[in-house]
């Protein structure tokens, strides 16, 4: 009985599609989950973002903003196929929503504006998307908007993102009179009727055929190049077979060598049903992608999307309502049961599962049971987090969870209330349980609570989410941002001598370090203050300093980076050499040469030049051509590098790099020197050197 449940669910997974929709802020992302939703009976209403009725966006902030905040979970049917599908943010201070997202997808939808096409933070989720190998068909969407243009978009899809993007539809009438699409791979038409989202297919209009033939051909001759059955097909001079491109399409998104581009308007209802029926024939099942790995007992093992093998998720949410803690899981391998008790791997914690639910937003369907292959919410696990991997306690492993990025801003909070200082600090714990990407801490010097995060907008969310949860009145201070130091200048032979005798065992340590710049520039590497951005090795010979002391020598050199010179902030971008050192036959340890390791590096910071970074940022600001002056002006007074502008139906896109720390308030100003027209993206580019004369904040964060 169990083999035949086991054979029938693997083969059900084969009808799974787990897939994200990705996009830049305000290219239509909910827009699109919603008609998903609505053409697969999931809802009997559209929902629309500025009317605030839209399923995903179901937080109170995320209404009043009109933007998404929060990664949605939601689950729908469509022809025989059950898609469990994500909403992630589009803005930048919300990335690490999306990062956690991709991390237990097997697919996404990247949604671009058919106007503006590839966006900066269009290109922060697909260099996401890339480092966790997410096969992705795009969808251009807004083609009834006026300066819509299917063909640059995909330019910019080529250019900016480096793909290969290839075009499977032809749009039928531009802008206001855009009513469907041309199908390149069926040579069929798809037109849809206003009003009641009727919709016809027939052959090709006689006006269009000669196009559609033309690109059709293109298509054929792109695929060829990259794919060998095609070719074979293509070289015998008949076209490419509809179901040999299909195939074709299908092997290509899954191996990422390119991306299938559908086009339409959500808003208006127009290419969901094909770009659904994409998603069901490109895009891959659980059984497609390559069996999970993680380590087991000291070694790593592979489990493959299989409900016989045993149980392991991945926890990639976390969130508190008014009726408990529910807890978003990635079921890899395996069936998760309702009252099994799994083992949190990495904490080495046993949990109970309670209840599991089929997620549809802020609704849940309780269902007995979830397979290899789902993506479920919990009820019962008390104390997992995000990035947790829950398994089967008999069969342990653990997954590599989503990587979590630094926070780059920083506000001091207190309770206005000296009795609310315990709820406050609860609230704070329990939403640094929800958004890793948040984290708090206690100033040591002012005492103060300090909340950070990815974004002035980021931690205007968490203190309302607090006020409006807690019923808390929240003081909140000035934004600061975090700095890193670095060093400029180079010192050879420092020499330490770390000696301790108190009685018994004592500690000899004896070091000699150099220390110089990892990067010849100064400036910290785009990703400045990772631990990647530090450098060790020894060069000691003949086993004055054996190999166990070396490993201590370097970790006591990444414990003194914790704190620089200049102003206490995080040290990066150093390059530290073991040449020489002594031991004791009796005193010397691991312990000693991590203290002596320390101390070294603390005097050697002192005595070599050091310089401030900051963290920068990419801004896109898109303003009336009347009001570019105004705007140039402005950049350059916060200390902004124009490095490029462009000019598009009546309207000027300038990008420049500029120091977040100079960006507060910078809506506000916008709108006063635009009259309300100008609008900005930002994307974080990395540090940079503050240059001299520059005044940065001065506290530590």
Known sequence: MRDDLTRRTTTDLTAVRNLGILAHVDAGKTTVTERILYLTGATHKRGEVHDGTTVTDFDPQERDRGITIF???????????????????????????????????DGAVAVFDAVAGVEPQSE?????????????????????????????????????????????????????????????????????????????????????RAEAVRRRRQLDEAVAELHPQALEEYCTGAAVSDATLCRALRELTHSGAAVAVLCGSAYRNIGIEPLLAAVVAWLPSPLDVPPVRGGAAGADEERAADPGQPFTGLVFKVTATPTGRL?????????????????????????????????????????????????????????ARAGATLCDPAAPLVLEPPSVADPVVSVAVEARRSLDTDRLALALARLTEEDPSLSVRTDAETGQTVLSGMGELHLEVAVEKIRRDQGLEIGVGRPQVAYRETVV????????????????????????IDVAPLHPDGAGGAGAGDAEHFAFRSTVTGGRVPHEFVRAVEAGCRDALAE?????????????????????????????????????LREALRTVPMALLEPVVEVTVTAPDDAVGAVLGDLAARRGRVTGSTT??????????????????????????????????????????VPAGAHPQSAPT
């Not at 009513?179 to 269009?208: H, I, K």
């Open 489 to 512: 200048g180079t010192v050879s032979g420092l020499v330490h001598r770390h000696v301790k005798q108190d009685g018994g065992a004592g500690q000899f340590a004896h070091v000699v």
């Open 71 to 105: 990664a949605a979970a939601v689950s729908c049917d469509w022809d025989g196929h059950r898609i469990n599908l994500i909403d992630t943010p589009g803005h930048v201070d919300f990335a690490d929503e999306v990062e956690r997202s991709l991390r237990v997808l």
């Open 564 to 600: 620089g010179p200049v102003g206490g902030h995080p040290v990066t971008g150093v390059r530290v050499t073991l040449t020489d050192g002594a031991t004791h036959v009796k005193d010397s340890s691991e312990t000693a040469f991590r203290t002596a390791g320390r101390f070294a």
């Open 327 to 383: 807890t978003f899981l990635r079921v890899y391998a395996g069936t998760l049961r309702r009252g099994d008790v799994v083992l949190d791997a990495g904490a080495r914690r046993s949990e109970r599962i309670g209840r599991i639910l089929r997620v549809r937003a802020d609704r849940h369907a309780e269902v007995e049971s979830a397979v290899a292959g789902d993506i479920v919410a919990v009820v019962g696990v008390k104390a």
């Open 124 to 208: 922060s989720v697909w260099r996401q998307a890339d480092r966790y190998g997410v096969p992705r068909i795009a969808f251009v969407n807004k083609m009834d908007r006026a300066g819509a243009d299917l063909d640059a978009a995909v330019r910019s899809i080529r250019e900016r993102l480096h793909a290969v993007p290839l075009a499977v539809q032809l749009p039928i009438g531009s802008e206001g009179g855009f009513t469907g699409v041309v199908d390149l791979v069926r040579m069929r038409a798809r037109q849809w009727r206003a009003g009641d989202d009727a919709v016809t297919d027939a052959p090709v209009p006689d006006g269009l």
């Open 648 to 689: 598009r139906a009546g309207t000027s896109v300038v990008t420049a790099t500029v120091p977040l720390a100079e960006l507060f308030g910078y809506a506000s100003r916008l709108r006063g020197r635009t009259q309300g027209r100008g609008t900005f993206t930002t994307r974080a580019t990395g540090y940079a050197q």
